[in-house]
């Protein structure tokens, strides 16, 4: 066991959890004096005002599984007895050796609700020293660029000034660490890229990549936010609201997607669910509408079961199943934020015995063959009505099911003989709504809820089909 410590040490820190969040977590317990997000590791440092406060807070979850957006998170005592300046500077990525302050800044944007350009970062970054160069690229970590700075102070002040901060309201995170690089190479001045030291360097040709050794960031990143004016003045982590929050979303879906999967209809039902904003972690940027699932349970699984699960964060066209990897599935969602809703919350998530690895395909979508499932056409998809409230529902697993259209006879013993094979169930709750009868069953693990819904979501009782989708209700 850890010595105890003043610092906790906390795993699964989804992209979607903030400090707040995590400060609420350990908020009754006593005062956070400290806070590192080590969000390449998914992880976080809480260092509480003293060691009595931190036994407290783990003694209390060693008994209750905490729990924060949906999503399970884990802790224990850390091995740190306390954090220095250098811990929340290097944020814990590679290890205090690797994070020396220098003069150039890897900047990773969260929640990425607008596209961000180069004018926007120098006018994010420039109050605090003279910025030479910037280069914006897309990885897997997301949107990211380098800035690199004429001085290393102007850089240790920048980070220490702007880590954490939102470049808009709510959205756009800024995650600040040093980088590793003595020098960026910018090859062209661009919506991309752009050497302030030398002006005089071309644009690329539209399509080409325009700084091939960081990576693209894709000509999408060239639009303002709606209602930006060229040239407005940031203030350093200032916050900058353009509109109503329901004009932001749809002007910002309409006109970043008008092309590509966004029409009007669902851009105005996602901002119905969201109240004009996008969940924590979905950037609203995806147009890859098809998915790749891998270590899935080949003894277990088939189509039916896949679609049941999909069918929580968008309309199904297709699935099929990789005869050649077994545990390898492909599944096209309605449009690229379906997909990203998907990948987003399933990624990681249990189902029989094993943790499901969801990605983006490289395939576009799924060729019509004798061998592929198509629901295009099933009344069981969840997004051709009530889209709003289906996208307001979207959630990771939980160990709480919420099931509908039940008959109107029915009694608890029969809701828990229909599911207690999947799993413990620790209580259920039945109750009426709108004159129909529905019920909320509460199992023991999130993989037992899951497995519970991908077996009998469109299920027979009496005759009647039940509908299941998770509850993000933490007790009945």
Request: hydrophobic share 35%; net charge neutral.
């Given at each position: 066991?850890?010595?105890?410590?003043?610092?906790?040490?906390?795993?699964?820190?989804?992209?979607?959890?903030?400090?707040?969040?995590?400060?609420?977590?350990?908020?009754?317990?006593?005062?956070?004096?400290?806070?590192?997000?080590?969000?390449?590791?998914?992880?976080?440092?809480?260092?509480?005002?003293?060691?009595?406060?931190?036994?407290?807070?783990?003694?209390?979850?060693?008994?209750?599984?905490?729990?924060?957006?949906?999503?399970?998170?884990?802790?224990?005592?850390?091995?740190?007895?306390?954090?220095?300046?250098?811990?929340?500077?290097?944020?814990?990525?590679?290890?205090?050796?690797?994070?020396?302050?220098?003069?150039?800044?890897?900047?990773?944007?969260?929640?990425?609700?607008?596209?961000?350009?180069?004018?926007?970062?120098?006018?994010?970054?420039?109050?605090?020293?003279?910025?030479?160069?910037?280069?914006?690229?897309?990885?897997?970590?997301?949107?990211?660029?380098?800035?690199?700075?004429?001085?290393?102070?102007?850089?240790?002040?920048?980070?220490?000034?702007?880590?954490?901060?939102?470049?808009?309201?709510?959205?756009?995170?800024?995650?600040?660490?040093?980088?590793?690089?003595?020098?960026?190479?910018?090859?062209?001045?661009?919506?991309?890229?752009?050497?302030?030291?030398?002006?005089?360097?071309?644009?690329?040709?539209?399509?080409?990549?325009?700084?091939?050794?960081?990576?693209?960031?894709?000509?999408?990143?060239?639009?303002?936010?709606?209602?930006?004016?060229?040239?407005?003045?940031?203030?350093?982590?200032?916050?900058?609201?353009?509109?109503?929050?329901?004009?932001?979303?749809?002007?910002?879906?309409?006109?970043?997607?008008?092309?590509?999967?966004?029409?009007?209809?669902?851009?105005?039902?996602?901002?119905?669910?969201?109240?004009?904003?996008?969940?924590?972690?979905?950037?609203?940027?995806?147009?890859?509408?098809?998915?790749?699932?891998?270590?899935?349970?080949?003894?277990?699984?088939?189509?039916?079961?896949?679609?049941?699960?999909?069918?929580?964060?968008?309309?199904?066209?297709?699935?099929?199943?990789?005869?050649?990897?077994?545990?390898?599935?492909?599944?096209?969602?309605?449009?690229?934020?379906?997909?990203?809703?998907?990948?987003?919350?399933?990624?990681?998530?249990?189902?029989?015995?094993?943790?499901?690895?969801?990605?983006?395909?490289?395939?576009p979508n799924i060729t019509p063959a004798p061998d592929t499932h198509d629901y295009?056409?099933?009344?069981?998809?969840?997004?051709?009505?009530?889209?709003?409230?289906?996208?307001?529902?979207?959630?990771?697993?939980?160990?709480?099911?919420?099931?509908?259209?039940?008959?109107?006879?029915?009694?608890?013993?029969?809701?828990v003989t229909h599911l207690e094979k999947h799993g413990s169930i620790v209580n259920?709750?039945?109750?009426?709504?709108?004159?129909?009868?529905?019920?909320?069953?509460?199992?023991?693990?999130?993989?037992?809820?899951?497995?519970?819904?991908?077996?009998?979501?469109?299920?027979?009782?009496?005759?009647?089909?039940?509908?299941?989708?998770?509850?993000?209700?933490?007790?009945?």
């Amino acid at each position: 066991m850890t010595e105890p410590s003043k610092v906790i040490h906390v795993r699964n820190v989804g992209p979607e959890i903030s400090e707040n969040d995590l400060l609420q977590l350990v908020h009754p317990f006593g005062v956070v004096t400290k806070l590192v997000m080590l969000r390449a590791k998914n992880q976080a440092l809480l260092q509480m005002q003293d060691v009595a406060s931190a036994v407290s807070a783990l003694q209390y979850y060693a008994n209750v599984q905490p729990s924060v957006r949906g999503r399970n998170v884990y802790v224990q005592f850390s091995s740190h007895q306390e954090l220095t300046t250098m811990d929340q500077n290097s944020q814990g990525r590679k290890g205090d050796q690797d994070a020396q302050p220098n003069r150039i800044l890897l900047v990773t944007i969260h929640h990425l609700l607008y596209p961000i350009t180069v004018e926007v970062l120098h006018q994010v970054f420039s109050p605090h020293g003279f910025v030479e160069k910037i280069v914006t690229f897309q990885k897997s970590a997301g949107f990211q660029a380098l800035i690199q700075y004429q001085s290393r102070q102007s850089a240790v002040s920048a980070i220490n000034a702007l880590q954490g901060r939102n470049i808009y309201d709510g959205c756009c995170q800024l995650d600040i660490q040093f980088s590793n690089l003595t020098e960026l190479q910018v090859n062209y001045n661009n919506e991309r890229s752009r050497d302030f030291t030398n002006p005089s360097l071309p644009s690329e040709q539209k399509g080409r990549s325009s700084q091939s050794g960081y990576g693209d960031g894709g000509g999408m990143y060239a639009l303002q936010p709606p209602g930006a004016r060229p040239g407005s003045s940031l203030a350093p982590g200032s916050i900058i609201v353009f509109g109503t929050a329901q004009e932001q979303i749809v002007n910002y879906l309409i006109i970043v997607h008008s092309d590509i999967f966004v029409v009007m209809g669902n851009a105005t039902a996602i901002a119905a669910a969201f109240g004009g904003g996008l969940p924590p972690g979905i950037s609203g940027t995806n147009d890859r509408c098809t998915v790749l699932v891998s270590n899935l349970n080949p003894d277990e699984i088939d189509e039916d079961k896949l679609f049941n699960l999909f069918s929580l964060y968008g309309n199904i066209v297709r699935i099929k199943l990789l005869r050649s990897k077994p545990d390898h599935a492909l599944v096209q969602m309605g449009d690229g934020f379906q997909a990203e809703l998907a990948v987003h919350f399933l990624k990681g998530a249990m189902l029989f015995g094993k943790r499901l690895e969801v990605n983006f395909s490289k395939y576009p979508n799924i060729t019509p063959a004798p061998d592929t499932h198509d629901y295009s056409n099933s009344n069981l998809n969840r997004f051709n009505r009530n889209a709003a409230k289906n996208y307001r529902y979207c959630c990771s697993p939980t160990k709480m099911i919420h099931v509908s259209t039940l008959p109107q006879d029915i009694t608890e013993e029969e809701i828990v003989t229909h599911l207690e094979k999947h799993g413990s169930i620790v209580n259920t709750k039945l109750f009426e709504a709108n004159g129909k009868k529905q019920a909320l069953v509460l199992f023991e693990t999130e993989e037992q809820a899951t497995e519970a819904l991908v077996c009998k979501h469109a299920s027979l009782i009496d005759g009647s089909t039940i509908r299941i989708s998770f509850s993000q209700l933490q007790a009945i």
